[in-house]
């Protein structure tokens, strides 16, 4: 059985040690190394991340024991989630990175030369209403993925310009009514490139493309001999001027590419890989743990590919987890003559053949299917709703010709936990009195999200969080956004 898990890493409490992971980037490796905080002026002792700052704490500094055993062909980088004034780096004693923003992720490349057990120091100056440290890691990437700032020739007077290109999407309702988004890269030579992008209201499509030049002002940069590392920082202020957490409201940038721009006396490029803004995956690739397990280690989801083990998604379910599915569906709906409604119903014999229109999906948007768990609230009907999502178009149906658009709302009506989890393993569904037999077959590349949630709105806007705080599956939730806010009335 060929069987791929990925965890996407949520906020909660799970760094402990852990042996090295392969993470869910598909077309390289990623390694990544978690280490606990395991001392610090402020006698923080082994206590587990996040946590917050606080305000009357000037300075707050803490040292993080990792061993880096640094593989051959990949660079190594430090990631830093903190809503600090003030944050500085060093290994093995060497200051290596500081930065001051209120935003949260740094992320910046270390070199721990060939020792095997580094000594990782950080030093936060809380903000004025305190501040926030949220997650620690190492990670390791290929360097064919790792494009690092090189100049042709040594600059030296004049201005060296690139362009960002950032396609971006909403995360909440506030955000989609427009604000700012605030890029700032930090070079490790001490320069600066700051640029505001004006982001407009979201309309029709719940995401927009930036372009704009950023200027970086230095009258020396750098030779081609000593190339330059980064850290880039986002921030995105709303219409309102808060700030969005970009965690727990997920702003997704979903491609960030800095390309060439010609500057005096020398060119540079400057790639930003847009894998590094969802980092936080581990991969297992032979074994799938248990719910438990999963839980355990504070993931929030799970995306599986492959087939499910009997009850693992079940069991994910009522631990709370989000799951992220990958089946074909290919569906035969026949009622018995006990189960008909009526002559005219056209799901009476109806033959959906939902596994010969994926090809209808355009680029990558992830199919959802939401289940509220709600017993004929939608009626008989629903079971063919999951054709809107995927087809987009026009469902088979032996009476009537009905045409469903990408974005409907719908759900399984009379579908239980069990009867996903046989539909999911690609197994049928018992059959009886007002029950439907299906079965699934195949397997298709796009994602599909199980996610239950119930109708009440308390309960609605618990589950929607976790869902925000999942950087990968953000654009999918952003999609359909609009149109669930304004049937729960937000």
């Known amino acids: 059985m060929d069987c791929s898990v990925f965890f996407d890493r949520g906020i909660g409490p799970h760094y402990k040690s852990a042996d090295d992971a392969l993470a869910g980037n598909p077309k390289d490796i990623l390694r990544i190394e978690e280490f606990d905080v395991v001392s610090g002026k402020d006698d923080l002792g082994n206590r587990k991340l996040p946590f917050s700052l606080d305000q009357n704490n000037e300075k707050v500094s803490f040292s993080c024991n990792v061993k880096i055993g640094k593989p051959e062909g990949f660079e190594t980088f430090l990631f830093v989630d903190a809503e600090v004034k003030h944050l500085s780096c060093s290994i093995n004693g060497e200051t290596i990175f500081e930065a001051e923003s209120s935003v949260i992720a740094y992320d910046f490349k270390i070199d721990c030369g060939d020792e095997t057990n580094s000594e990782i120091c950080l030093l936060l100056t809380p903000k004025e209403d305190g501040g926030c440290l949220r997650e620690v890691y190492v990670y390791h990437l290929p360097k064919s993925s790792v494009t690092s700032l090189k100049m042709d020739s040594l600059v030296k007077e004049g201005d060296a310009g690139v362009i960002l290109d950032i396609t971006v999407a909403s995360g909440d309702v506030a955000m989609s ?95 930003i890989n847009s894998q590094r803004l969802k980092l936080r995956a581990a991969h297992f690739s032979q074994t799938i743990p248990t719910a438990d397990e999963i839980f355990s280690k504070g993931f929030n989801s799970v995306y599986i590919e492959g087939e499910i083990p009997p009850g693992f998604l079940a069991d994910c379910w009522k631990k709370g987890l989000m799951i992220i599915y990958a089946p074909k569906f290919s569906i035969e709906l026949k009622r018995k003559w006990w189960q008909k409604r009526s002559d005219d119903d056209p799901l009476d014999n109806a033959v959906l053949s939902v596994g010969e229109s994926v090809d209808i999906l355009k680029s990558q948007t992830p199919v959802i299917i939401w289940s509220l768990g709600i017993k004929g609230a939608f009626g008989y009907e629903s079971l063919a709703n999951l054709v809107r999502i995927i087809d987009g178009t026009r469902p088979l149906c032996c009476e009537g010709d009905t045409r469903f658009t990408v974005g409907d709302f719908f759900a399984f009506a009379d579908c239980g936990l069990s009867e996903l989890s046989d539909i999911a393993s690609g197994n049928s569904v018992p059959g009886g009195r007002r029950k439907r037999r299906i079965k699934a077959k195949d397997y298709m590349k796009m994602p599909l999200l199980l996610c239950a949630v119930s109708p009440d709105r308390k309960s609605f806007e618990e589950k929607f969080e976790i869902i925000e705080r999942t950087p990968h599956m953000a654009g999918a939730v952003v999609n359909f956004t609009e149109r669930l806010s304004s049937f729960y009335d937000f």
């Open 177 to 271: 009514l427009g604000g700012a988004l605030r890029v700032t890269i930090y070079f490790e030579d001490g320069n600066i490139a700051e640029k505001t992008l004006e982001v407009k209201p979201f309309k029709k499509q719940p995401w927009q493309r930036l372009r704009a030049k950023l200027i970086i002002e230095s009258s020396e940069l750098w030779s081609p001999k000593s190339p330059k590392y980064y850290c880039a920082v986002f921030e995105y202020i709303r219409s309102d001027g808060s700030v969005a957490d970009v965690r727990k409201k997920y702003f997704g940038i979903r491609d960030l590419n800095i390309s060439e721009d010609s500057v005096k006396d020398g060119a540079m490029t400057l790639r």
